[in-house]
């Protein structure tokens, strides 16, 4: 059988392709084409010398690793070892999902023609089945990974989170809420959600279990029975709505900073408003805060969380 090295080639290059932009796909990374292609050529390029055996050590264990690497830090240009690991990973998952695929289609279109020589595979069909496999290992992962997004547990969108209000801390579960979008009206400053009796240790109890009081004008009634001046400068009346409740108010309270543990890091925010919620968010006690997105996006990381475990 003729073999035509510019066919193996482009066929290559197409797979590698189709593979890269799974990849992205999974990670939800929007990288540029060139790229791709650039990392697309070098596999295509090392699967040619390996077709050749004019460098037998590039076929070795190590070098396939090597050259997996290569492509994935051509196409995402990523410099944290953390993340090339997390896309190298991904990378090879598609690609053994794209090689099921390939070959249950040789399976069934039984292609006569075909061979591999030097672990390439070549022949007449494999530009048929690159494209045909690709599609179908495409769709497999994409809806492998949509089954275990909707599985995932809570747990993995927790946080452990540190709260800081004069001095004093509390440490809880918070939970990631993307469609939270709460902010104080005033300082545009973004809310934590947090539940009253998490609270205890950094607030007075004659404010907590008076929260209703307060919100309707009674502050006098109350802060007249302790030292509160400070702490009644921090509150906030913040406005919400949600399911069952249109137009309802939280008293919120200006924490010295809010800290979150990612990544193995810790993150500290300080422009972060505290609402304080008056009933429980969960049964079993799972998690006892709720905060969006532009809390995770603000403040600094802090290298070390020694003192921050939860």
Request: glycine fraction near 8%; aromatic fraction near 10%.
């Amino acid at each position: 059988m003729t073999v035509y090295l510019d066919i193996v080639f482009l066929e290559n290059i197409l797979m590698n392709y189709i593979i890269i932009f799974a990849t992205a796909t999974v990670l939800k990374a929007n990288l540029k084409k060139i790229r791709m292609l650039e990392a697309s050529c070098l596999g295509a390029v090392y699967t040619i010398v390996m077709y050749l055996g004019i460098i037998p050590a590039v076929s070795n264990f190590f070098m396939k690793i090597l050259l997996s690497i290569g492509m994935v830090y051509i196409a995402f240009r990523q410099k944290s070892i953390i993340r090339i690991m997390k896309e190298l990973v991904i990378f090879y998952l598609v690609s053994f999902v794209f090689g099921g695929c390939v070959f249950a289609l040789m399976y069934f279109f039984q292609p006569q023609l075909a061979q591999i020589q030097n672990g390439v595979f070549v022949g007449i069909y494999p530009i048929k089945i690159a494209v045909i496999g690709g599609v179908c290992a495409f769709i497999v992962i994409q809806i492998s990974f949509k089954i275990i997004k909707t599985r995932l547990s809570k747990r993995d969108i927790l946080y452990d989170i540190e709260i800081i209000i004069n001095n004093n801390i509390t440490k809880i579960k918070g939970l990631l809420d993307t469609g939270n979008l709460l902010k104080d009206p005033i300082t545009g400053f973004p809310v934590i959600v947090v539940e009253h009796k998490s609270l205890y240790t950094v607030l007075p109890e004659e404010i907590l279990d008076n929260l209703e009081k307060i919100l309707g004008g009674d502050i006098d009634e109350i802060t007249n029975k302790i030292e509160l001046k400070t702490i009644v400068s921090r509150f906030r009346i913040i406005p919400f709505s949600s399911l069952g409740q249109q137009n309802g108010l939280l008293l919120g309270i200006k924490a010295d900073s809010v800290n979150i543990i990612l990544d193995e890091k810790l993150k500290s925010i300080s422009n972060v408003i505290v609402g304080i919620y008056d009933k429980s968010f969960t049964k079993n006690g799972l998690y006892s805060a709720i905060f969006g997105m532009d809390i995770l996006e603000g403040g600094n990381f802090n290298e070390s969380i020694a003192s921050a475990k939860v």
